[in-house]
Every structure is written in structure tokens, then in C-alpha cells.
């Protein structure tokens, strides 16, 4: 049949035609296909493509529903500034459910609606291996840091570590113990060495000055002790026990008018004292200065009224001012205080006597 209708258009195409009987017999053309056949088919397609696609979106609910509900709070990530529209990377509407279940975050919206795709940067959660591998990192560079300070630090025991626990004024403490312990056992050397090794460590340590002077004075060496309370009074020109100590000193050796000195330049700091006040009433009477004397010791009877030899020592310097009656009184008043020894009440009454 295709044969025949190829010769027939051949024929056509030529223009002929070929009798036969009353009528002519032209090319017949080939029949066109229906268009209601493509449109049928067209329309299949479409309902396998639905079919298909339903079919997919309940598998992929699914999967959703299968996947496990988290329950916690949202972390709060701040967005880095947005991009131009040129780095905006379009995701298919598809792809959000597939970000659902893989656990990426849906992507966000642009300002026509159209999903975009945020990139941010995910920290990676510290799970609990990672916590216990940081603790036992850091124990271990503690330990290390104890070792090492071990190496650097004396040890326990060391006489270093023990120095430095131990003040200046504790060490002479212990010097100034062991001399004393010295000088009751006999070893006087030893405890003058134990003195000097305390005064050596703390220079104001007084106490240890007054002990190496007594043992000194009692061994006769007073040009030492004097030394030794020269530079207790340089350090201290307040102390007046070490002014009358080296007063005393320098009146047995006859200097009475460098004694007073070292009384005077103390007296300011030693004015409420009474035996620091008889004793340079008794130098200035020494010094035929009777007036001086008189007022000073007017100021050690004020603090101790009662005592007898201060009260003989005030008659004298009165007597010798022609100051009877005051001097009479002052004598009196050391006979009934009932302190003199029985030589000095024998003096006191002769004194009487003589006004």
C-alpha cells in the first residue's frame, strides 16, 4: 500500500494522471495522525508523573515521622551579614524536607519569597570523651607545674626554706636564749659571743645591749660597755636607761661634766622619769649647781614623794642656798619615810644639828 501511494505522488508530482474508464486517479496523501491521540498521551504522562510524586512525598513523610523529636531549647546563632544577591545559592523547594531529616537547617527566605540557602559556621559540640580528655590534660600540666616548681623550690628541710620562715628578730631571739644559757652555765665568753651574734642580727634588740653591757661591767671592762652603749644611744638617743647607764659609767671614771652632757640631751625624753630625775639632781649638786639640783629633785619627789635619800639629797642643796627652814623640813621628812640605812639617818641627824 505505501508502495502504491509512493507512485501515486510520484505521479503526482509529475502531473500525470492515468485513465481508467470514466474517472481519474490522482495520488492519494498519506492520512495525518489525530491530535486527540497526543493529547491523550500527554494527559497519561501527567497523571503517572502525580501518581509518582505522591508517592515520594508519603515515603519521604515517612521518614520524618520516623526521626526523633529534640526536645531542646534552639542555640542562637548570629547570621554573618548577608550576602550580595550575586553569592545567594537557590535550593529547590524539594530540598527542605531532605534538610529536615539530614538535620540541616532549613533554608531562609530572600525578599520575594524565594528560598536561599544560609551558610554558618556549626561549633562542634564537646561531648563528654572530649571533657574528660581536657581534664586529664589539664591535671597533667598541673602535675608537670609541681614538678618543675619542686626543682625550683628548696627542699622541706633545707636550711634555706628554714631561714626564710624564720624573722630577723626570731633569730636573735634564739641568739640572744643561747647566751643567757651561757652566762648561767658558767661559759662567759660564750654568752658575750651569743650577745654580739644577737645585736649583729637585729641592732635594736635591747634587750641583748643591756645584758652585754652587765656582763661587761661586771668584768670589769667598762671602756667596752661604753663603747657598746655609745651605739645603742646613736641608734636611739631616746632610750634613757642607756643614758644613765653610761652616765654611771662615766662618773666612775671622773668625767661628771660629760656625764651631765649625756643626762641633758636625753632629758627631754625622760622628764616623767623620777630615778632619771635624782639622778641628774645628784650630778648638778655634784657641780655645786644647787638651784638646778633643787628643782630636779623637787620633780623625782613629785613622782615617788616617799623616798628618803632623794628627800636628804633635796635638804643638802637647800642648806647649801641658806635655805634653812625648807632644808629642815626636807630633812624630817627623810627621817619619817624610815628608807635611810642607819649610817644615812646618823647623817641626816647631824644635818639637823647644824641648823
Known sequence: MSLINQVLNELESRGATVPLGEQTIRAVPPRRKSHAVRYVLVAVALVILLVAG????????TVVHEQPVVTAMPK?????????????????????????VSGVSAPAADLHGKPVLVVKSEEQPVTAPDVKKAARH???????????????????NSPDLELKKVSPQQRAENEFRKANLALQEGRTNDALAGYESALLIDASYKDARKAWVSVLISL??????????QKGLKRDPHDASFAMLMARLQVERGAMQLALDTLQKTLPYAEDQADYQAFLAALLQRQNLQEEAVAHYQVALKLAPNNGIW???????????????????AYQRALASNSLSAQLQAFVQNKLKEL
Open 138 to 156: 589539664k591535671s597533667r600540666q598541673a602535675a608537670d607545674r609541681t614538678a618543675d616548681d619542686a626543682d625550683v623550690m628548696p627542699a622541706e
Open 220 to 229: 670589769k671592762r667598762n671602756e667596752d660597755a661604753e663603747r657598746v652603749l
Open 311 to 329: 628627800l636628804m639629797g633635796l635638804g643638802i642643796s637647800l642648806q647649801a642656798l641658806k635655805r634653812n627652814d625648807d632644808a629642815r623640813n
Open 76 to 100: 542562637v546563632v548570629a547570621l554573618p551579614p548577608v550576602a550580595p544577591a550575586s553569592a545567594i545559592v537557590s535550593v529547590p523547594v524539594e530540598a527542605t524536607s531532605m534538610m529536615a
Open 54 to 61: 505522591k508517592w515520594y512525598q508519603g515515603r519521604t513523610m
